[in-house]
């Protein structure tokens, strides 16, 4: 039985890509990844904004909530607020703005119309309103 000495690369026909190449190929793949998460995360109009629902009440076709929202000083807010019925389906909405403010945390106060009863109220979401 004689052994062969050529390597498998050659025998199968492998690409043969050097050392050099694979290094350049998954370096511009890294950068481009991170590149692409920086871009995400800088054009992301709800990054750094936060809300708490902290009290609500709901009436026959209305509910009213008292929240706070916490954004970078000098940032308008715009937030939907939605209201949902028994069976958690959404009867009613309103998107409101907020002016921007000094302080870091402020808080609202909203009522909100709904077409049936209403079981409960919620701050959907809220984004940055860039001008």
Known sequence: MSSSTTPPAGRYGGSGLSARTVWIIASVSV??????VTWVFSTDQT????????????????????FQITAP???????ALRTVDSSMG???????SYPESDEFTTQYSETIKAVSEVSGIDVYRCWRNDR
């Open 90 to 96: 959404t009867n009613g909405w309103v998107v409101k």
């Open 31 to 36: 950068i481009a990844f991170f590149s692409w």
């Open 73 to 79: 000083p000098g940032t308008p807010v715009t937030c």
């Open 47 to 66: 990054t750094g904004i936060e809300w708490v629902a902290f009290e609500s009440t709901s009436g026959e076709t209305t509910g009213t909530m008292k």
